[in-house]
């Protein structure tokens, strides 16, 4: 069976007509889908623009599914926060051990539940979009940049958790990552997302919503730190309409890795008669031989991915996570869409 969509996510959201060239050299390079980013920021500098970037990739037949890239930190990705510079401390992750109150929103939060909320509600009922993004959603690490090792300390565990665990379970939250704490932390996340899911298709239920969860056996993350991991129990939510795994970071990975990962990822999402979804990497580690990425992508197409995406479109170029040769990866990622698109 051949790949049935393509895609890259996008974050040039400022201008239609600008846009809308992207979107035509997206299709050229065998694109039928994007992924727009949307920052807290996009989303209150911009927010008259978006939906006509929505109608723009709309107009030439692709696919469009809002990203929310980065907000409160809970989701994957580089931007800042919005809310993280205005809401309460008590709105925020604390570590277990320290106490002490983290860049990090928590999930926990009813005001930023209500903030994240909020923002879905409005693009829901403005943009004629195809479907919603949970972007590795996730708890932050105690320490900055992301450890490598594994970490005795953990998020989130500020007065707001503590209190929903105490009446939860009768006793307080323990500072130590025992099986209660990971299910504990794992169903806080569960049901924010879930109802984010809700929402959205209140409004509009031809909407899909994707999840996309971090690959929790790949080294680069700590499974236990990072709180939202259980891909079993993800890919049974029937809130989520796309299981999806994300990127392996690192360029030269072993291509048993790649199809380890895609392989595990197509199984849960046919046994729960959901799409699949696998990302590759366009951006910053470009593997030694660049044809590598179309190993990649054809191990995926392979193994029985419905849908691949990669991150980002033309490999990052002009940002600081741009691929050493942008061009060079993007065309290649070009190439192969085309190949695996045809079967």
């Not at 909020?118 to 693009?123: R, S, T, V, Y």
């Not at 409004?203 to 236990?224: E, G, M, R």
């Not at 991915?305 to 990052?316: K, L, N, P």
Request: proline share 6%; aromatic share 14%; glycine share 6%.
């Amino acid at each position: 069976m051949p790949v049935t969509e393509t895609g890259v996510s996008y974050y040039g959201i400022s201008y239609p007509e600008h846009a809308r060239k992207d979107f035509e050299e997206m299709k050229k390079h065998n694109c039928t889908a994007v992924l727009l980013a949307l920052t807290e920021f996009d989303l209150f500098f911009w927010k008259p623009t978006i939906p006509k970037i929505v109608d723009e990739a709309k107009k030439l037949g692709l696919k469009v599914y809002l990203n929310t890239w980065g907000i409160g930190k809970f989701f994957g990705g580089e931007p800042p926060s919005v809310f993280l510079q205005e809401c309460s401390i008590y709105d925020k992750q604390w570590t277990a051990l320290t106490g002490e109150p983290i860049a990090a929103a928590s999930p926990s939060s009813p005001a930023f539940r209500e903030y994240f909320w909020g923002i879905l509600e409005n693009l829901a009922r403005t943009c004629n979009a195809d479907g919603f993004f949970w972007d590795e959603p996730h708890y932050a690490m105690p320490v900055y940049p992301i450890s490598y090792q594994s970490t005795t300390d953990f998020t989130c565990r500020n007065p707001i958790t503590q209190k929903i665990f105490l009446d939860k379970y009768g006793y307080e939250m323990p500072k130590t990552l025992t099986q209660t704490v990971l299910k504990f932390r794992f169903d806080q996340a569960n049901e924010i997302l879930s109802e984010a899911s809700r929402i959205v298709k209140s409004i509009n239920p031809k909407l899909s919503v994707t999840q996309c969860s971090l690959p929790a056996d790949n080294h680069f993350y700590s499974s236990y730190a990072r709180g939202f991991d259980d891909w079993e129990k993800i890919a049974f939510n029937p809130n989520y309409d796309i299981f999806s795994t994300s990127i392996l970071v690192e360029g030269n990975e072993a291509l048993v890795a790649h199809r380890n990962l895609a392989r595990k990822t197509v199984e849960l999402a046919k046994q729960n008669n959901k799409p699949s979804q696998r990302w590759v990497q366009s951006f910053f580690r470009s593997p030694d031989d660049l044809q590598t990425i179309k190993e990649v992508v054809r191990i995926y197409a392979a193994e029985g991915v419905d849908s691949i995406f990669s991150w980002t479109y033309r490999a990052g170029m002009g940002t600081f996570l741009s691929a050493p040769e942008p061009q060079k990866v993007w065309d290649i990622l070009g190439e192969v869409y085309g190949e695996v698109l045809k079967g």
